[in-house]
């Protein structure tokens, strides 16, 4: 019933910046969570930032200072600015989006940091 895809993703040396989109589609009215995690290789999916439909906003301790989440409703997107990036960021980055009891996963972009 919603659709996601992230796009954004990219090469960036260390010390760059990267924003990256989530775009949404079909029924999204009732989505009430929003957020981008990131899976690198050998690693488990981890939870990078959210936001709420009210705005309310969330930050791992790891990108805390360096990254911000945000949204723009008219235009169902999404962004995950990604400033100061460090290597250990190199990760494929997801969108999901939520309410009480769905939950809805983009296919991912490919963020690569180089030192």
């Known amino acids: 019933q919603v659709q996601l895809v992230e796009s954004g993703g990219g090469l960036v040396q260390a010390g760059g910046s990267l924003r990256l989109s989530c775009e949404a589609s079909?029924?999204?009215?009732?989505?009430?969570?929003m957020g981008w995690y990131r899976q690198a290789p050998g690693k488990q999916r981890e939870l990078v930032a959210q936001i709420t439909s009210r705005g309310s906003t969330n930050y791992a301790d790891s990108v805390k200072g360096r990254f911000t989440i945000s949204r723009d409703n008219a235009k169902n997107t999404l962004y995950l600015q990604m400033d100061s990036l460090k290597p250990e960021d190199t990760a494929i980055y997801y969108c999901?989006?939520?309410?009480?009891?769905?939950?809805?996963w983009g296919q991912g972009t490919q963020l690569t940091v180089s030192s």
């Open positions: 999901k989006a939520g309410n009480g009891l769905t939950a809805y």
């Open positions: 079909g029924s999204i009215v009732s989505i009430t969570y």
